[in-house]
Antibody
Framework: QVQLQESGPGLVKPSLTLSLTCTVS??????????WSWIRQPTGKGLEWIGRIYTSGSTHYDPSLKSRVTISLDTSKNQFSLKLTSVTAADTAVYYC?????????????????WGQGALVTVSS | QSALTQPASVSGSPGQSITISCTGT?????????VSWYQQHPGKAPKLMIFEVSNRPSGVSYRFSGSKSGNTASLTISGLQAEDEADYYC??????????FGGGTKLTVL
């Protein structure tokens, strides 16, 4: 059974960097069949796709966050991570990691079949 | 990329059918078969209910079905049950090679 679990600080000060890790069990992030993504949801609001990484290490980010986001892989730990720089209160949200099927030639996930439980990150001084 | 448009709320009685719409443009919903629907109960992670407009993942009830006409996709839930009460979100691939979500619809089972 595939499981994803987010971890990281729940409180980040404005202008600093938000860092989260997603630990995957029941599947390998080295699999060529999936993208690994981050999605966020501000409290009481809708979902926002942040970006994805593939086993090759290639990444693709939403243009609205691209200048501040880095997603990386740690295959030895079967984890992938999110870093978001220069955070503000607008970045306060529940952050989810998720798995998306990969189709040959695709660069963007089209749907997410497994999700982590989510991690609330609050940006505040 | 603007969010897809969904009604803020819909409601129905047990046993009835309801439909939730998701309206975009020819650059997203209307241009691709990559429309998905997610169910989210309070405090829980979203759950995939429909992918590629009308496909149900294994384990999802046959009462959930999806369709698309032009720039509008729809999720229909038949035989409404109390456990269906949740928020529902649509998403679509876009011509900018990104993924956009709808604002969400709160389903109330009366």
């Amino acid at each position: 059974q595939v499981q994803l679990q987010e971890s990281g600080p729940g409180l980040v000060k404005p202008s600093l960097t938000l860092s989260l890790t997603c630990t995957v069990s029941g599947d390998s992030i080295s699999s060529s069949s999936y993208f690994w993504s981050w999605i966020r949801q501000p409290t009481g609001k809708g979902l926002e796709w942040i970006g994805r990484i593939y086993t090759s290490g290639s990444t693709h980010y939403d243009p609205s966050l691209k200048s501040r986001v880095t997603i990386s892989l740690d295959t030895s730990k079967n984890q992938f991570s999110l870093k978001l720089t220069s955070v503000t209160a607008a970045d306060t949200a529940v952050y989810y990691c998720a798995r998306a099927p990969y189709f040959y030639g695709s660069g963007t996930p089209t749907h997410f079949d497994y999700w982590g439980q989510g991690a609330l990150v609050t940006v505040s001084s | 990329q603007s969010a897809l448009t969904q009604p803020a709320s819909v409601s129905g009685s047990p046993g009835q059918s309801i439909t939730i719409s998701c309206t975009g443009t020819s650059s997203d919903v209307g241009g691709y078969k990559y429309v998905s629907w997610y169910q989210q109960h309070p405090g829980k992670a979203p759950k995939l209910m429909i992918f590629e407009v009308s496909n149900r993942p294994s384990g999802v009830s046959y009462r959930f079905s999806g369709s698309k006409s032009g720039n509008t996709a729809s999720l229909t839930i038949s035989g409404l049950q109390a456990e269906d009460e949740a928020d529902y979100y649509c998403s679509s691939y876009t011509s900018s090679s990104t993924l956009v979500f709808g604002g969400g619809t709160k389903l109330t089972v009366l």
